[in-house]
């Protein structure tokens, strides 16, 4: 089967389509940085850089897909406007929620036989809007199902890829079109024997904050932290904030030695418990976010290993190579790369964007088959 990929980013979901008979002809990217590096990972397919919004760079989508048959849209638009961290979405008329138009848009013109939207579940919320062709306000789903209800099946549903082969929580609104001359595609039932972080990246050797070692990506040569957060997280228990202990959060000013010099440690400022916090071993990982190498960000703290001092090891964030692990990425993902601190900022952000490939190839594998297997 043949897929045209819109909001392409770097391409992570589309990792693993290989293994089902999928080949991504068409892509569409908008950050010149993220469309090339798309490019080198998929030679083979043909990457148009530029907003869908230009009608130039529509026109060449549309003209590129009908070329090669394309018969699945994979879209992943971009959620940050549809988030229930963006806390005014309410209130505004957010042009990224838009883009769902252009999707709708493409879909009328190429008429394939099926359409894979992936999104936060925001997408689905009353509080998440959109202007229709006339110019009224309207909820997404509603939108979509008022222009595409008529040739399509719409069925959606909030999955977790921590229920399909992912060692990381990540709740994301899987919407599912099926042209109605054709058979229903169906949502993939999970599965809730979870992957632990632990399964995926216990056995890797333990570093601190500047440190690297002898495997590739896994590094934290370009990711130094504040001499204060290493010590607030040397003092934090595994699966703990900082904020939860009472003991060694300085309630004080204090002072420690710090490469010969006395620094002052003041008092850990307020914020939500789920900052400067350490992951748990034992579960599968909370969501990975573009800001996945701040200690102070949301849960992205190594879980650490307690030392005979009473303190915890790896008071830093993940390298690399253990993001690679936990988002379900091949470990080898990137080893081709020269680890320069541009290149991690970059892998970063757009791992923490990321479709989780095991995710996506799951869902992928429930569409019906019956024409490509010439089974009547």
Same mark, same amino acid.
């Given at each position: 089967?043949?897929?045209?990929?819109?909001?392409?980013?770097?391409?992570?979901?589309?990792?693993?389509?290989?293994?089902?008979?999928? *080949? =991504?002809?068409?892509?569409?990217?908008?950050?010149?940085?993220?469309?090339? +590096?798309?490019?080198?990972?998929?030679?083979?397919?043909?990457?148009?850089?530029?907003?869908? =919004?230009?009608?130039?760079?529509?026109?060449?989508?549309?003209?590129?897909?009908? *070329?090669?048959?394309?018969?699945?849209? +994979?879209?992943?638009?971009?959620?940050?406007?549809?988030?229930? $961290?963006?806390?005014?979405? $309410?209130?505004?008329?957010?042009?990224?929620?838009?883009?769902?138009?252009?999707?709708?848009?493409?879909?009328?013109?190429?008429?394939?036989?099926?359409?894979?939207?992936?999104?936060?579940?925001?997408?689905?919320? *009353?509080?998440?809007?959109?202007?229709?062709?006339?110019? &009224?306000?309207?909820?997404?789903?509603?939108?979509?199902?008022?222009?595409?209800?008529?040739?399509?099946?719409?069925?959606?549903?909030?999955?977790?890829?921590?229920? +399909?082969?992912?060692? !990381?929580?990540?709740?994301?609104?899987?919407?599912?079109?099926?042209?109605?001359?054709?058979?229903?595609?169906?949502?993939?039932?999970?599965?809730?024997? !979870?992957?632990?972080?632990?399964?995926?990246?216990?056995?890797?050797?333990?570093?601190?904050?500047?440190?690297?070692?002898?495997?590739?990506?896994?590094?934290?040569? !370009?990711?130094?932290?504040?001499?204060?957060?290493?010590?607030?997280?040397?003092?934090?228990?595994?699966?703990?904030?900082?904020?939860?202990?009472?003991?060694?959060?300085?309630?004080?000013?204090?002072?420690?030695?710090?490469?010969?010099?006395?620094?002052?440690?003041?008092?850990?400022?307020?914020?939500? &418990?789920?900052?400067?916090? @350490?992951?748990?071993?034992?579960?599968?990982?909370?969501? =990975?976010?573009?800001?996945?190498?701040?200690?102070?960000?949301?849960? &992205?703290? !190594?879980?650490?290993?307690?030392?005979?001092?009473?303190?915890?090891?790896?008071?830093?964030?993940?390298?690399?190579?253990?993001?690679? $692990?936990?988002?379900?990425?091949?470990?080898?993902? =990137?080893?081709?790369?020269?680890?320069?601190?541009?290149?991690?900022?970059?892998?970063?952000?757009?791992?923490?964007?990321? +479709?989780?490939? @095991?995710?996506?190839?799951?869902?992928?594998?429930?569409?019906?088959?019956?024409?490509?297997?010439?089974?009547?």
């Amino acid at each position: 089967m043949k897929a045209l990929s819109l909001f392409a980013n770097v391409g992570i979901g589309e990792t693993y389509f290989h293994e089902v008979g999928i *080949e =991504v002809v068409v892509a569409n990217e908008l950050e010149k940085d993220r469309a090339e +590096f798309y490019q080198e990972l998929y030679p083979e397919s043909k990457m148009i850089h530029g907003s869908i =919004v230009d009608s130039e760079v529509y026109e060449t989508v549309i003209r590129e897909a009908k *070329e090669q048959n394309v018969e699945l849209i +994979f879209a992943t638009p971009p959620c940050q406007g549809m988030s229930i $961290a963006f806390a005014k979405r $309410a209130e505004k008329n957010d042009p990224r929620n838009s883009l769902i138009k252009r999707v709708v848009a493409v879909t009328l013109e190429l008429n394939p036989r099926y359409v894979l939207i992936e999104n936060v579940a925001g997408m689905a919320s *009353e509080k998440t809007f959109i202007l229709d062709d006339s110019g &009224n306000q309207t909820n997404i789903m509603p939108y979509i199902e008022s222009e595409l209800g008529d040739k399509y099946e719409v069925r959606y549903e909030v999955l977790d890829a921590a229920d +399909f082969q992912t060692p !990381h929580y990540r709740k994301r609104l899987i919407t599912l079109l099926s042209r109605k001359d054709c058979e229903v595609w169906e949502h993939p039932a999970p599965n809730e024997n !979870h992957i632990t972080v632990r399964d995926v990246i216990g056995d890797y050797p333990s570093l601190e904050s500047g440190q690297t070692s002898d495997i590739k990506w896994h590094s934290m040569e !370009h990711k130094i932290h504040n001499y204060r957060h290493k010590w607030w997280m040397q003092h934090t228990p595994t699966g703990k904030s900082a904020f939860d202990n009472a003991v060694w959060a300085p309630c004080v000013e204090d002072e420690i030695e710090v490469d010969g010099k006395l620094m002052p440690i003041p008092r850990i400022i307020k914020g939500f &418990n789920t900052t400067y916090k @350490r992951i748990d071993w034992d579960r599968p990982a909370p969501t =990975v976010t573009m800001t996945n190498g701040s200690i102070n960000s949301q849960n &992205n703290c !190594h879980p650490g290993t307690k030392k005979e001092d009473g303190t915890y090891s790896d008071a830093r964030v993940l390298t690399i190579k253990e993001l690679l $692990a936990i988002v379900g990425l091949p470990l080898d993902w =990137v080893d081709h790369l020269e680890h320069t601190q541009k290149r991690e900022n970059f892998l970063r952000k757009v791992i923490g964007e990321c +479709f989780p490939p @095991r995710m996506s190839l799951n869902i992928v594998k429930t569409i019906p088959t019956k024409k490509y297997l010439d089974i009547e």
